[in-house]
């Protein structure tokens, strides 16, 4: 049904965006305004400081200035408001570097690709990432753009292996930067102009070289030179209270308002199945939570954003509730002994029924868990109209990851009535016939999601005052790495080409988003997601819809370690497979911390390019293996109720059988 809606709703956006869209032209001159070091391509390099400006409010003391003449129009030729995007006080801590270096061949260049990260902080690295703040050399990848076709308009992608530390400082240096034929590209001559010699002072770019000179020295006192650059540039990391303040307002204020209390619920639905209809739940269980409401639409429909005062501070809307629906699945071993009340997070753009998914069933069975799922609204199946338009018309686009928040706080007041003492418990839904609980709630509350609910609910569990562990199940984070590699992305992407044909613009369009939608999903949380709270990690190896390499960058961001051994020899086509990540030895089992494992189904190794797994090269999709492993269950269920990382897979490399 989903995917019905999806496709008809896809064939109006095409059919809107081919009427809307102009006739053919040269591209537009750049705005006033544009960094001179790039003058083809406004906001390249991107990030960059050249587009914030001091603002001593901010806790990093810069803030994001677009106007809205630098920013990518869309086909329509709709002007994009930078308001939501100038809230920020600095770039995203998972920004993809974007630069345009006309004939780059990175591989004679010698830049570090995918399979080999542990280059990228050799001495004589062509490009160079600096933490001015600190002074370390910060590992990445480097690719081009696999899905360009000109290479006249074929970016330059520099990814971030670990993502950048919030609030701090960065400088970039691209140097000895070599054509196919092994010659050395020279620099672009405003380039060059600014790092040579001091300007006059009535020289158009001796601006931009003030701007830039306090970068350069933090570069040489690096050991980077300025000979043989070919480009640098430099950008702040917007800082922890920018990324997760807006949620964070939310919960703090609607805590505060509930104070000691259960959220209020109403049951809706009741229904006790017989040992023959389920042998695993004994009772499903729907309802409503009441929540206030912060979007600025009253009962926050989808395209709402957040009701915000005069200083961009989210206030609650008054007079509005939000109402979220919810659905409990309780297992038969719940009414021998109480069961582990835990949240469930659904997939990509779905919905609360998927609780009663077989793998969520078992796992309740097995393991006596009531998992109980409410709507993530914001990427939720409601959301799909919204999210189509959005691609579009960027506009729209805040609506994504603003709503995602309000589902978030909606989910948290779930997860607060089911373990509250009058909170669901009370209700005769959740009791035996002789009035027992069925959930136990001196237990705690644990959050276990599947793609989509692993994407987003590692921001759940870092806002969550209730959970302290959580299981992140075929994860990743940080859409704007993630669209590209996603096999789930391909009728989007019909979307984005009408809406942006320029290859080069779409990236950009893909890292703006992500600056905003880093409030609605783990990327903006990450840095600190474990300083109080446990996260298992669980991958799919060769995973078609939620790259491993976004995995990866989440592992190493939060300190998870991995469990050995890994995977077969010669199964990973890496240098040194999984750089960067800590190693959990048999000796520190059980382990007491965060974790990752990677459950192989035999599936073909992922692309190493920009681009996802597609055609029949790549196999079978083993994106639901692992929650259908009674192992990885196992694993999850001990990691849950005990806070221990156990080994289930003995001596061998963990292995899922293929879910048809």
């Known amino acids: 049904m989903r995917q019905r809606i999806l496709d008809g709703l896809l064939v109006m956006m095409l059919g809107a965006a081919a009427l809307l869209a102009p006739p053919a032209h040269a591209a537009p001159p750049p705005a006033r305004g544009c960094d001179p070091l790039a003058p083809a391509e406004c906001l390249l390099p991107f990030p960059s400081d050249w587009y914030t400006r001091p603002d001593p409010r901010t806790d990093t003391g810069r803030r994001v200035a677009f106007d809205a003449s630098m920013l990518p129009r869309p086909a329509t030729g709709q002007a994009v408001d930078p308001a939501a995007w100038n809230r920020s006080d600095g770039f995203s801590p998972g920004s993809t570097l974007i630069a345009q270096v006309p004939g780059l061949d990175l591989a004679r260049t010698g830049a570090a690709p995918l399979t080999d990260i542990g280059r990228s902080l050799d001495r004589d690295a062509p490009v160079v990432l600096l933490d001015t703040t600190t002074g370390e050399r910060w590992p990445y990848w480097a690719e081009p753009d696999s899905n360009a076709a000109d290479p006249a308009r074929r970016a330059l992608l520099i990814h971030p292996a670990r993502n950048f530390r919030d609030g701090h400082h960065y400088a970039v240096a691209l140097r000895h930067l070599k054509d196919a034929a092994g010659r050395t590209i020279p620099a672009a001559a405003p380039f060059a102009a600014v790092a040579g010699k001091r300007l006059p002072a009535h020289d158009p770019l001796r601006a931009r070289q003030d701007r830039l000179r306090p970068a350069l020295n933090a570069l040489r006192r690096a050991g980077v030179s300025t000979r043989g650059l070919n480009l640098a540039w430099d950008f702040t990391v917007a800082s922890t209270r920018s990324l997760t303040g807006d949620l964070f307002t939310l919960r703090d204020d609607a805590f505060r308002r509930l104070g000691d209390r259960s959220p209020a619920f109403t049951v809706t639905g009741v229904t006790d199945f017989t040992e023959e209809q389920d042998a695993r739940i004994a009772r499903e269980v729907t309802g409503e939570i009441t929540v206030p409401g912060y979007l600025d639409a009253p009962g926050g429909p989808p395209g709402a954003v957040l009701n915000r005062?005069?200083?961009?501070?989210?206030?609650?809307?008054?007079?509005?509730?939000?109402?979220?629906?919810?659905?409990?699945?309780?297992?038969?071993?719940?009414?021998?002994?109480?069961?582990?009340?835990?949240?469930?997070?659904?997939?990509?753009?779905?919905?609360?029924?998927?609780?009663?998914?077989?793998?969520?069933?078992?796992?309740?069975?097995?393991?006596?868990?009531?998992?109980?799922?409410?709507?993530?609204?914001?990427?939720?199946?409601?959301?799909?109209?919204?999210?189509?338009?959005?691609?579009?018309?960027?506009?729209?686009?805040?609506?994504?990851?603003?709503?995602?928040?309000?589902?978030?706080?909606?989910?948290?007041?779930?997860?607060?009535?089911?373990?509250?003492?009058?909170?669901?418990?009370?209700?005769?839904?959740?009791?035996?016939?002789?009035?027992?609980?069925?959930?136990?709630?001196?237990?705690?509350?644990?959050?276990?999601?599947?793609?989509?609910?692993?994407?987003?609910?590692?921001?759940?569990?870092?806002?969550?005052?209730?959970?302290?562990?959580?299981?992140?199940?075929?994860?990743?984070?940080?859409?704007?790495?993630?669209?590209?590699?996603?096999?789930?992305?391909?009728?989007?992407?019909?979307?984005?080409?009408?809406?942006?044909?320029?290859?080069?613009?779409?990236?950009?369009?893909?890292?703006?988003?992500?600056?905003?939608?880093?409030?609605?999903?783990?990327?903006?949380?990450?840095?600190?997601?474990?300083?109080?709270?446990?996260?298992?990690?669980?991958?799919?190896?060769?995973?078609?819809?939620?790259?491993?390499?976004?995995?990866?960058?989440?592992?190493?961001?939060?300190?998870?370690?991995?469990?050995?051994?890994?995977?077969?020899?010669?199964?990973?086509?890496?240098?040194?497979?999984?750089?960067?990540?800590?190693?959990?030895?048999?000796?520190?089992?059980?382990?007491?911390?965060?974790?990752?494992?990677?459950?192989?189904?035999g599936t073909p190794t992922p692309p190493v390019t920009n681009t996802p797994p597609a055609g029949p090269a790549y196999g079978h999709d083993p994106h639901e293996d692992p929650r259908n492993s009674p192992a990885a269950r196992q694993q999850k269920a001990t990691f849950l109720t005990t806070g221990r990382v156990i080994n289930v897979c003995g001596t061998t490399p963990c292995t899922a059988t293929p879910t048809s």
């Open 309 to 601: 005062d005069r200083n961009g501070t989210p206030r609650a809307l008054p007079g509005s509730v939000q109402t979220a629906a919810f659905r409990c699945e309780i297992p038969r071993a719940a009414f021998r002994r109480p069961s582990h009340p835990s949240l469930y997070g659904h997939g990509l753009l779905g919905s609360r029924n998927e609780v009663g998914a077989g793998n969520v069933r078992d796992m309740a069975a097995e393991h006596d868990f009531t998992f109980c799922a409410t709507d993530w609204i914001g990427m939720a199946e409601d959301d799909i109209p919204v999210v189509l338009a959005a691609l579009a018309d960027p506009i729209l686009f805040p609506a994504v990851p603003e709503r995602s928040e309000q589902g978030m706080l909606n989910a948290l007041f779930l997860g607060r009535a089911l373990i509250h003492a009058k909170g669901l418990t009370t209700d005769p839904a959740f009791r035996t016939a002789d009035g027992r609980p069925l959930l136990d709630t001196r237990r705690g509350l644990a959050y276990d999601g599947n793609s989509q609910g692993g994407i987003l609910g590692g921001a759940l569990v870092a806002a969550s005052p209730d959970i302290r562990r959580g299981v992140l199940g075929v994860t990743g984070m940080n859409y704007g790495l993630l669209l590209n590699r996603s096999a789930d992305f391909a009728p989007f992407q019909q979307v984005l080409d009408a809406a942006y044909p320029d290859k080069l613009h779409q990236q950009l369009v893909l890292q703006l988003f992500q600056l905003v939608w880093d409030r609605g999903e783990t990327d903006a949380y990450a840095n600190h997601l474990t300083d109080h709270h446990q996260v298992l990690m669980h991958i799919a190896y060769g995973d078609h819809q939620v790259a491993n390499a976004a995995a990866d960058v989440e592992a190493r961001t939060l300190g998870a370690r991995l469990l050995t051994p890994v995977l077969a020899a010669g199964r990973s086509p890496d240098a040194v497979p999984y750089w960067g990540i800590r190693r959990i030895g048999p000796r520190q089992l059980p382990y007491r911390g965060s974790a990752m494992t990677v459950w192989d189904s």
